[in-house]
Each structure stands twice: as C-alpha cells, then as structure tokens.
C-alpha cells in the first residue's frame, strides 16, 4: 500500500544510489531570473545544452515593477537579472514569457493558470515556495542553483528521499476561516521546523472543501513549517480547474491523463512516517504578532507573554515585538491596519484579489 507521494516519486526514479540519493526525472521546471544565471553559466562553460528545452518555461517575476512595466527597469541590477533571463532563454531556446507578454507573472500563480502544472508530475524550480504546485497532486519542491543547472542539462536531479507525513483537517471550517488561517494554524501547532525532512500530503473534509487557490495557498506555506512540500490528492475540483487549459491534455489526451488522474491518492491502508490530526472547527481567523509564521494567534487572542515562551525562542520573540511595536499580552484585535500587501505566489492570484475587495 503506498501514499500519493510515493505513487509519483517511485515512477520517476531512474537509478537509485545505494545509500544515497534517487536520481528523479523531472516533468516540468520553472525558471526565473534570480536563480538561473550561473545555472546557464555552467551549461556554457561544459559546452551543454538544454536536453529536453520544451520542459523548462522561464518568466521573469522577482525583479519586474508592478507598475510602468513599458519602461525600463529602473534598477540597474533587476534590469540586468531580466534581461540575462530573456539572452539565456532565447539562446537555448526555453519558452520565455518576459515583460509585455500576456503570460508574464508569478512563475507559481502562471504555471498552474495555463494549465502548465498537471497532476502526477514532479515539478522543480529554484525557488522555495515551489510546493505551491503540490495543490495539483504533484510533487513539487525548491531546488538551489547547482541542481537548476542539473535539471536543464539532463531533466533529472539527484535527491534523497523524502519521509512522508500527513495532515488530517478533519470537519467543516467556520465562517471566515480561510487558507491562510489553516496554514497559520498548522505551522502554530507543529512549529516552523516540526515538518523538516518530510513531504506532507494534506487530507480531511476541511481539505477536500477548498478551492483549488485555496489548496495552492495551503501547499505553498508548507516549506515554512520546514516541509520538503506538500501535496493534496487530486479530485473533481483539481480537474475542473484545469480542464480547457491552454496546455491541459485535449481531447483523447485528456481522457487517458484523467485515467491516469484519478489513481492518484493514498492507499487505504498506506503508511506514513507521521500522521497529525486536527479538528476544523478549532481553527479561527488568524494573524501574525512577529517576523515569522510561527507567531501567530486566533485574531483574539493575545499576544503570549513571554514566560510561556521556550527559552530558545525568547530573543527572537523581544525582537519581532520591537520590530512590530507590540506588546507581550497585548489584544490585538481593533487595531488599526497600516498597509495590506497583495501580489506573492501566497495571495496573487486574481480570486485572492476579487475576495479582498468584497471586503471594501
């Protein structure tokens, strides 16, 4: 009996080394321009090219202006970061959606829009919040500069082998709980490290309640628990969303990948590493009081003092509150909000803004 993580994993192993790392092939890598330019470097310097170019799609998103995106990039290192990406690209012939293109966004909100991210694939970028994709039934994970490299020369990667774990929501969410809430709950109850070395599957009513954004939002804040990724079964509603998609399987082709599809999940009787429950109905809208995801609290709550603190986190919690102005013990809920920020691969999609903006 195996879990969804390892259905995918195990079918795209090509060697294994004993005691060491899998060498994984890779179905799909998104390249952006903050971490490619050495990676591109290195194939020149070895006389390589991209072995399987049609597997890589590259946009720019970490350095191009929200607004005046007609003019130059005023920054003289963000210009060059965007303009070494469209020379790599068209150099070794990668799909490139650069600024002015229709396409051009977030590389994790793109690829799953245009139906680019499917389920049952292994998904790399060089980019930690990579797990994004994981929402779709796939495994997906942040890779470093060297493996970018790895993975445009031979459309594989070497990397040891994850533990499995799974997060049960079981139960109905309450009013006004969203994504966000859910992650912020979890990372609160198993810390920002109690995922380390492990790929989580995310299951329960609550889960299969979600809207495919939501589920990206969930998957997405997986590493800031310390998780390799996370993934959720793929359902009805995965294969709504991309069905019709400008790179989603057509005709013939989808009937056989949506056989395909709706094999993938974990066994009854699979066995994971480590398996977490949690009731919805405990989960309430949250907010953070400090500088990392951990330190959040129910919005009505009050910020811990700071004896119910573990002593190793006491200098970083005086810090976030210096940082924040905050008080220990202090209610938060009322205070007035300075700035709202809308836009990362966490909240930037156009569903995130429509339901921002029923608010006001």
Same mark, same amino acid.
């Not at 070494?84 to 600024?99: D, M, R, V």
């Not at 804040?221 to 996370?230: T, V």
């Not at 995801?293 to 976030?320: C, H, Q, T, Y």
């Not at 700035?339 to 990362?344: C, H, I, K, P, R």
């Given at each position: 009996?195996?879990?969804? +993580? ?8 090509? #060697? ?23 990676? +591109?470097?290195?194939?020149? =310097? ?16 970490? !350095?191009?202006? #929200? ?6 990039? =005023? ?12 020379? !790599? ?19 994790? $909100? ?10 049952? /694939? ?16 796939? $495994? ?9 490299? /790895? ?25 006004? $709980? ?6 912020? +709950? ?19 009513? =609550? ?12 998957? !997405? ?15 009805? #509603? ?28 974990? @066994? ?8 977490? #429950? ?16 951990? /330190? ?28 924040? @102005? ?11 909000? @300075? ?12 569903? @995130? ?8």
């Amino acid at each position: 009996m195996n879990t969804l +993580f390892d259905k995918i994993w195990d079918t795209h192993v090509v #060697t294994s080394v004993k005691g060491g790392p899998d060498q994984l092939y890779i179905d799909r890598h998104y390249c952006h321009e903050v971490t490619s330019p050495q990676a +591109f470097n290195e194939l020149r =310097a070895r006389n390589l090219k991209v072995f399987r170019p049609e597997r890589t799609t590259c946009s720019p998103d970490h !350095n191009i202006p #929200t607004l005046n995106q007609d003019k130059p990039i =005023a920054d003289p290192v963000s210009r060059n970061q965007v303009e070494t990406l469209a020379t !790599n690209a068209s150099e070794f012939g990668l799909a490139h959606y650069g600024l002015g293109n229709e396409k051009n966004g977030i590389i994790h $909100v793109i690829g799953p829009e245009y139906g680019l991210t499917q389920p049952g /694939m292994t998904i790399v970028c060089g980019d930690s919040h990579t797990s994004t994709h994981g929402a779709f039934g796939a $495994v997906a994970f942040g890779i470093g500069t060297s493996e970018v490299a /790895m993975v445009l020369a031979s459309q594989c990667i070497l990397q040891p082998k994850p533990k499995t774990m799974r997060i049960n929501i079981e139960g109905k969410l309450s009013p006004g $709980v969203t994504a966000k809430d859910i992650a912020l +709950f979890i990372i609160s109850r198993m810390t920002t490290g109690g995922a380390t070395g492990y790929f989580v599957e995310y299951a329960g009513e =609550a889960i299969r309640s979600l809207s495919m954004e939501e589920r990206m939002t969930v998957c !997405n804040l997986s590493i800031e628990m310390g998780a390799r990724g996370g993934l959720i079964a793929p359902d009805e #509603t995965t294969f709504g969303y991309i069905k019709d998609k400008e790179f989603a399987p057509k005709g013939k082709d989808w009937d056989k990948a949506l056989a395909y599809w709706k094999t993938l999940y974990s @066994d009854k009787d699979a066995i994971f590493d480590k398996e977490v #429950t949690f009731n919805a109905a405990e989960i309430s809208p949250r907010i953070t009081y400090g500088t990392n995801p951990g /330190m959040g609290i129910a919005i009505d709550e009050r910020i811990p003092l700071e004896e119910s603190i573990e002593d190793s986190g006491k200098i970083s919690f005086r810090r976030a509150l210096s940082y924040m @102005d905050f008080s220990a013990g202090e209610l938060l809920m009322g205070k007035k909000i @300075d700035y709202v920020f809308l836009g990362s691969c966490t909240n930037g999609r156009i569903e @995130d803004f429509r339901a921002f903006a029923n608010l006001v």
